[in-house]
């Protein structure tokens, strides 16, 4: 089974910051997705950009090393992606990071998709209707 | 080099899009080779051994070089570390186990592991708590059999 991981601002802030109260929680997906990926399985972890310009989160910034080492994968926001978050932002009034994580799990060709969140909510709105699963934050 | 420069040199290498190749020295047992080549050729699990070899050695750098990420942060931040049943709650999200629902039952699960086995892993946790779920379920099974008969 292909799996895919995906962060919203919450999580990544709580990755970020070792005093935030949910970065141990957020680390513990990190860990055990290096672990299964070590075992050769199909795992990624994942940011949609309108997510990480959100978050403030600049690859090429000293205070995101850590982060950055940590292998999560950038989700562009490309035509495509553009044009499915502009479709969902007008349908359901999210913000513009919260429509490209709809556009990102409606576009994944993966077998799973899970979403680290601090809005289940939003994240089942914006996923319109495809198979999604959320854990709150 | 320090670890973290090697971690980012490895990251870096890890995402270079340079489609050169080189022939490696690198020294593989016989039969392994043979094995890597019957997958290949009988299995299909790959177009071919060099690219299985490949696959492989990636998916483990890519796995590798995070947790080795992790231990540096855990040295600098001990208390990010997850507990068993942050783990165990984890895999079971991301493997899409029923028991994620159950966080309760992880929690408790991971606590009589731990002081059973206190090297458990998650998975460990995740099968504990399955048989735990399947020897309740079994036991309500027959207390409703045994009314039924009465």
């Known amino acids: 089974m292909n799996r895919l991981v995906l962060l919203d601002n919450e999580a990544v802030q709580a990755l970020r910051d070792p005093a935030h109260r949910k970065h141990h929680h957020v680390i513990g997906y990190v860990l055990e997705a290096a672990k299964l990926r070590a075992r050769s399985r199909a795992i990624r972890i994942a940011v949609p950009a309108a997510v990480r310009v959100e978050a403030g989160w600049d690859r090429t910034a000293p205070a995101w090393s850590s982060v950055n080492r940590f292998r999560i994968v950038d989700i562009p926001l490309d035509t495509e992606h553009a044009n499915v978050a502009a479709g969902i932002a007008k349908r359901t009034g999210v913000s513009v990071a919260d429509a490209h994580l709809g556009a990102a799990i409606r576009a994944a060709e993966t077998d799973y998709v899970l979403v680290l969140t601090s809005d289940p909510d939003d994240m089942r709105l914006v996923a319109e209707g495809k198979r999604v699963d959320v854990v709150a934050l | ?150």
Request: net charge negative.
């Open chain 2, 1 to 150: 080099m320090t670890a973290e420069e090697a971690i980012d040199r490895i990251n870096e290498l890890l995402d270079s899009t340079d489609p050169d190749t080189v022939n490696t020295s690198m020294r593989i047992p016989k039969a392994l080779r043979e094995a890597a080549a019957l997958a290949v050729s009988e299995l299909g699990v790959a177009p071919s051994a060099t690219v299985l070899a490949a696959n492989a050695l990636r998916m483990l750098l890519e796995g590798t070089v995070v947790l080795a990420a992790l231990d540096l942060h855990f040295e600098k931040y001990p208390e990010a570390r997850p507990s068993l049943a942050d783990l165990a709650i984890a895999l079971a999200e991301i493997e899409g186990s029923p028991l994620a629902q159950q966080p309760d039952l992880l929690l408790r699960s991971a606590a009589e592991i731990k002081r059973r086995h206190p090297h458990a892993e998650p998975q460990d946790v995740l099968v504990w708590a399955e048989a735990r779920e399947y020897t309740a379920q079994e036991q309500k099974r027959t207390q409703a059999g045994q009314k039924g008969a009465a």
